[in-house]
């Protein structure tokens, strides 16, 4: 502070107390300090309501006058609307006025000064009665893309649909074979299916899972099945609707929830409801105007000229305001979430959440938690979900009552950034600070964390492309240290980790379709597949490490650490723990060993990985790291 004369830092609670998120019409006092040389005349804060875009100015009042610094400030009252409220500084002296803000939209912390408006730092205002469920934020997840799993029996031709082409090996790679016009007009299937999942649970079960998400399994035409036929029959690939049934079944039996992949922003133009072709016994919306399903699509020019997902004329896009459609998929008594419900299915991922709207979603919402309040209701979301816009409309997934969780590609995007070189660990603790900030805490604990899934590259296949060393022995060591480090991160990280199937085997993969390979059975990478079962176990044994408080520190600009830990008997949601302390350090540097000086608390800490036991000097741990080492520290009482 002293280099500056002008200061504020949110991340500080001298300065905006309390830290991050605040309750609807809770206080918040913000501070600022400004240097003597500026010859104050007065300091205002700006404030601005994001639904309304209403802009309060209030005067600030001078709190402490030391070190030729004053500081000045105030308490603002939230508003009884969740929303954010977005604010910033303005210093008058007597010639001019100079404005602060923070220094650009993804980092919070420290500002600087502008000439006029500046970037304005974020307050996410959310509904406090709103609670994501605890064993949610517990949980451990393992994700499926159910045709390349596991096979119990082979493929019935009948059930296949006419356009698909069955593999006579398991270990093939998948392909599309697409005309002129780039569309895929035959989709390969492996033959994966819900009985050879069931068959694999306790192999699930050992990775300390909890939580297993399936891609769509609805009737459909393709082999993701994001296209999908009928919301009301599981794919006859895949198996029966008892077969689900058992598997959630099985699944409970182990500790393992079930959630489903909810594609509702469009359907498969073969279709029950769309029915393009004519192959389903309806009426479909495509065949004629008095169809119970017209009014679910928007059509410019009838009947070929419609609204499609991202313009792929195989998936027509639904209104989702139409009431009819609401009612179909949430209210009727055999509504799309009803019938599931009876089945024992309580857990969704929705498919491309921002194309909902958010109307929608709280109507799923309420009725998931009518139903079981434990449901967990979780959006496929790629950005900051505290802030997300979409179709011109800021959206209300975690001011309560809308979302339990969303996919966390923003802590991704920066563990890859930090790994390969493109950002400092500096500025890697500013941005993940910055994510807290704006998440209230229930959801920052619940968010889906995860390296890789069914839309993006395969973490191993990402590192081996990014790695500058030939390819050989050396390099695929660097590689399987980069891949251990990344996944006990993961693991010790607030929120869920999720496992992509065939991760934790080794499996390699770019570009949709090479990322949905079929599991590589017999082929595994066994000290991988060790690595993640550890952690797995790691994680189930160690409170902290789910719902401890995290305090995150970058001591070098290659050295990235984090330290979780209960004390006085509560985790962060007052539930009872018995209290620990542990640390992740990991030195991304591929060529050089670091030694650091992190601060931590008197006593002893061992490396729960190596063995190794480290002392403190005073309130410092000095470690030093081989290049791509990573630890796991555990203070021994």
Same mark, same amino acid.
């Given at each position: /502070?002293?280099?500056?004369?002008?200061?504020?830092?949110?991340?500080?609670?001298?300065?905006?107390?309390?830290?991050?998120?605040?309750?609807?019409?809770?206080?918040?006092?913000?501070?600022?300090?400004?240097?003597?040389?500026?010859?104050?005349?007065?300091?205002?804060?700006?404030?601005?309501?994001?639904?309304?875009?209403?802009?309060?100015?209030?005067?600030?009042?001078?709190?402490?006058?030391?070190?030729?610094? &004053?500081?000045?400030?105030?308490?603002?009252?939230?508003?009884? =609307?969740?929303?954010?409220?977005?604010?910033?500084?303005?210093?008058?002296?007597?010639?001019?006025?100079?404005?602060?803000?923070?220094?650009?939209?993804?980092? &919070?912390?420290?500002?600087? %000064?502008?000439?006029?408006?500046?970037?304005?730092?974020?307050?996410?205002?959310?509904?406090?009665?709103?609670?994501?469920?605890?064993?949610?934020?517990?949980?451990?997840?393992?994700?499926?893309?159910?045709?390349?799993?596991?096979?119990?029996?082979?493929?019935?031709?009948?059930?296949?649909?006419?356009?698909?082409?069955?593999?006579?090996?398991?270990?093939?790679?998948?392909?599309?074979?697409?005309?002129?016009?780039?569309?895929?007009?035959?989709?390969?299937?492996?033959?994966?299916?819900?009985?050879?999942?069931?068959?694999?649970?306790?192999? @699930?079960?050992?990775?300390?899972?909890?939580?297993?998400?399936?891609?769509?399994?609805?009737?459909?035409?393709?082999?993701?099945?994001?296209?999908?036929?009928?919301?009301?029959? @599981?794919?006859?690939?895949?198996?029966?609707?008892?077969?689900? +049934?058992?598997?959630?079944?099985?699944?409970?039996?182990?500790?393992?929830?079930?959630? *489903?992949?909810?594609?509702?922003?469009?359907?498969?133009?073969?279709?029950?409801?769309?029915?393009?072709?004519?192959?389903?016994?309806?009426?479909?919306?495509?065949?004629? !105007?008095?169809?119970?399903?017209?009014?679910?699509?928007?059509?410019?020019?009838?009947?070929?000229?419609?609204?499609?997902?991202?313009?792929?004329?195989?998936?027509?896009? *639904?209104?989702?305001?139409?009431?009819?459609?609401?009612?179909?998929?949430?209210?009727?008594?055999?509504?799309?979430?009803?019938?599931?419900?009876?089945?024992?299915?309580?857990?969704?991922?929705?498919?491309?959440?921002?194309?909902?709207?958010?109307?929608?979603?709280?109507?799923?919402?309420?009725?998931?938690?009518?139903?079981?309040?434990?449901?967990?209701?979780?959006?496929?979301?790629?950005?900051?979900?505290?802030?997300?816009?979409?179709?011109?409309?800021?959206?209300?997934?975690?001011?309560?009552?809308?979302?339990?969780?969303? $996919?966390?590609?923003?802590?991704?995007?920066? $563990?890859?950034?930090?790994?390969?070189?493109?950002?400092?660990?500096?500025?890697?603790?500013?941005?993940?600070?910055?994510?807290?900030?704006?998440?209230? !805490?229930?959801?920052?604990?619940?968010?889906?964390?995860?390296?890789?899934?069914?839309?993006?590259?395969?973490?191993?296949?990402?590192? =081996? +492309?990014?790695?500058?060393?030939?390819?050989?022995?050396?390099?695929?060591?660097?590689?399987?240290?980069?891949?251990?480090? *990344?996944?006990?991160?993961?693991?010790?990280?607030?929120?869920?980790?999720?496992?992509?199937?065939?991760?934790?085997?080794?499996?390699?993969?770019?570009?949709?379709?090479?990322?949905?390979? #079929?599991? #590589?059975?017999?082929?595994?990478?066994?000290?991988?597949?060790?690595?993640?079962?550890? /952690?797995?176990?790691?994680?189930?044994?160690?409170?902290?490490?789910?719902?401890?408080?995290?305090?995150?520190?970058? #001591?070098?600009?290659?050295?990235?650490?984090?330290?979780?830990?209960?004390?006085?008997?509560?985790?962060?949601?007052?539930?009872?723990?018995?209290?620990?302390? /542990?640390?992740? %350090?990991?030195?991304?540097?591929?060529?050089?060993?670091?030694?650091?000086?992190?601060?931590?608390?008197?006593?002893?800490?061992?490396?729960?990985?190596?063995?190794?036991?480290?002392?403190?000097?005073?309130?410092?741990?000095?470690?030093?790291?081989?290049?791509?080492?990573?630890?796991?520290?555990?203070?021994?009482?």
């Amino acid at each position: /502070m002293k280099h500056l004369d002008i200061f504020h830092n949110s991340f500080d609670t001298v300065y905006r107390d309390p830290f991050g998120a605040a309750p609807k019409g809770s206080h918040v006092k913000l501070s600022i300090d400004v240097h003597h040389r500026q010859h104050v005349s007065k300091v205002s804060l700006h404030y601005i309501y994001d639904q309304t875009n209403e802009e309060h100015v209030t005067e600030m009042d001078v709190y402490s006058e030391e070190h030729q610094f &004053s500081g000045f400030e105030v308490t603002i009252t939230m508003p009884e =609307e969740p929303q954010l409220v977005w604010y910033y500084f303005e210093i008058e002296t007597e010639d001019h006025s100079l404005y602060y803000g923070r220094k650009s939209a993804e980092e &919070s912390g420290e500002g600087m %000064v502008y000439g006029e408006n500046p970037p304005s730092w974020q307050i996410t205002v959310y509904d406090p009665s709103y609670q994501t469920p605890d064993w949610w934020k517990n949980a451990t997840m393992y994700q499926i893309f159910p045709d390349r799993f596991h096979a119990s029996g082979d493929i019935e031709m009948a059930r296949a649909p006419k356009t698909s082409l069955v593999h006579a090996h398991w270990d093939n790679a998948p392909y599309y074979i697409r005309n002129e016009r780039r569309e895929v007009v035959r989709w390969d299937f492996f033959g994966g299916n819900l009985r050879g999942i069931i068959n694999k649970l306790d192999y @699930i079960e050992s990775l300390g899972v909890t939580v297993l998400y399936l891609n769509p399994i609805f009737e459909a035409e393709s082999n993701h099945r994001y296209d999908t036929g009928d919301y009301h029959k @599981i794919d006859p690939l895949l198996g029966t609707k008892e077969d689900f +049934e058992d598997l959630i079944r099985e699944g409970k039996a182990r500790g393992i929830e079930i959630m *489903l992949d909810g594609v509702f922003s469009h359907t498969g133009s073969n279709s029950i409801y769309f029915n393009q072709r004519g192959e389903y016994d309806s009426v479909g919306a495509y065949q004629s !105007k008095e169809s119970p399903y017209y009014s679910w699509y928007t059509f410019h020019q009838y009947p070929d000229e419609y609204d499609a997902w991202w313009g792929v004329g195989t998936l027509p896009t *639904l209104n989702k305001e139409d009431e009819s459609y609401q009612h179909f998929l949430v209210h009727d008594k055999d509504s799309v979430i009803r019938t599931w419900q009876r089945s024992g299915m309580n857990h969704w991922r929705l498919d491309v959440a921002d194309e909902l709207t958010d109307d929608l979603i709280r109507m799923i919402y309420q009725e998931l938690k009518t139903h079981q309040p434990d449901s967990v209701l979780l959006g496929e979301v790629w950005e900051d979900a505290s802030n997300k816009t979409a179709y011109g409309k800021r959206r209300d997934y975690f001011l309560g009552g809308v979302l339990d969780s969303v $996919m966390n590609y923003p802590l991704r995007a920066l $563990m890859l950034d930090f790994i390969r070189g493109e950002m400092d660990a500096i500025a890697l603790h500013t941005r993940l600070v910055t994510l807290r900030e704006h998440y209230p !805490k229930e959801y920052f604990y619940a968010v889906m964390n995860m390296l890789s899934s069914h839309d993006v590259e395969r973490i191993k296949t990402l590192l =081996e +492309e990014a790695l500058p060393v030939p390819s050989d022995g050396e390099k695929d060591a660097l590689i399987v240290k980069q891949l251990k480090a *990344l996944s006990l991160w993961l693991y010790t990280f607030p929120g869920v980790p999720s496992l992509y199937y065939g991760d934790e085997a080794g499996l390699t993969g770019g570009e949709d379709p090479d990322n949905r390979k #079929p599991y #590589p059975w017999g082929r595994e990478d066994q000290d991988l597949l060790n690595w993640y079962k550890m /952690m797995g176990s790691v994680r189930g044994e160690h409170q902290a490490l789910r719902t401890g408080d995290w305090i995150s520190n970058a #001591p070098d600009p290659d050295v990235y650490t984090f330290v979780r830990s209960i004390e006085n008997g509560v985790d962060e949601f007052g539930t009872e723990a018995s209290d620990e302390e /542990m640390m992740f %350090v990991f030195n991304r540097n591929i060529n050089e060993a670091k030694s650091i000086n992190v601060p931590a608390k008197k006593g002893r800490w061992q490396d729960i990985i190596h063995k190794s036991v480290y002392k403190t000097k005073g309130n410092t741990l000095s470690l030093t790291l081989s290049s791509s080492e990573c630890m796991l520290l555990r203070r021994l009482h």
